[in-house]
């Protein structure tokens, strides 16, 4: 907005330093989340329990940062009445948070698989795809959050095109861990613990991948949601 | 808002039958996909694969409708710029029609299901614990949106005690399900499909609880989630 008048800039300046606010939280709340999910897989394939509980016990911490910076989304809309871009980021910002939450959620549900892992025995496939998936949807939640830093199009069509590679390697993975579970049904319960985490991770990529469609959405103020990945980029290319 | 110009008056009224249109078609959307959540049960029961597959191709004109109302929702924040409880019944619409997203791409995870099961032959469980559960659910998400139509705070939190009970019905279903798979390997597959239906149920019930916890904040404008059951009847007695 372009004024002469020093008081509406004044508001203007203030304005744009809470949205600046508003996003670092957001970003803060993504880095905590990031590492939710890193630790839970660490924690499972190290077999580690203390590290899982102490997972368990910050999703609490997210749940509250997710209700915090939700009120601050809602102060602003209440006071600030943004329009146009302002208010695309303000509820994007609104509905990367709730992803976040319930990547964290999923980040919980891995380190209380975990903890039973390690109490009742492992899984006898030595978690090498889980350590694989997981390491591949930490990297999208991280260059998701990228992505919504620098309104960086091109690296959220990356993220979004990484979903469906993730999807595969999920596929693949259940179909093995199939297989023991037939070869020996003393493992079924196990199994069926890494399975559960598995998906997990899966969703987590579904959440990355979301928030990687809020950056489309606030850079070209296209809703790309429920698009496959090609006619998402043919939509862009029309732009 | 009382006012004597005639001219805000009918601005006003508009903007009241703009806000009543969204809440419509939220619960039009809403009818939508409790009715994607029985079909899909049902189909699954009743070995019907042509009704699972009428819910996955349904669940295009759910997600649409999500994308359109949302529209609506930022339309209305842009021009309207509500506040105070009109923000809040915008911000709980945006929210609700998320979740009922959600419940319809549950519905079609269990009709992709239902739709293997039916070629690969069914789960040796007769489906007796899916079926209970299944209308269990799509009880709450009706319920869920009742008590949005109405604002019926008392109604919102039988829902959120009724997810306490399906988390328990889950709970006891996905164990006898494990002996099925212990004692005859052959069925792992197919039961393992069972229990991806039954997860998927389990998290309309918790899409169900989100709806619900969106109008105890319309009406009390306090933010319940995250909380115990137990901790969120307190909190509503405080007040």
Redesign the interface.
Known sequence: MVTHDSNTQHISAQFDHELEEIKARMLEMGGMVEQQVSSAVHSLVEKDPDQAERVVSRD?DV??L??EI??DC?RI??RR?P??SD??LV?AI??AI?DLERIGDEAAKIARQSITLCEEGASPSGYVELRHIGNHVAGMVHDALDAFARLDVDMAIQVAKEDSQVDKEYGSAMRSL?TY??ED?RV??SV?KE?WAL?ALERVGDHACNIAEYVIYLVKGL?V??LEISDLIAQLEEK
Do not use: C, F, Y
Request: hydrophobic residues 40%.
């Open positions: 609490h749940n509250m997710e209700v939700d009120d809602s809309l209440a009445q329009t146009a208010l695309r509820l609104s509905k709730s199939m579970m037939v049904p079924i319960g069926l399975m998906r809703d949601r429920h």
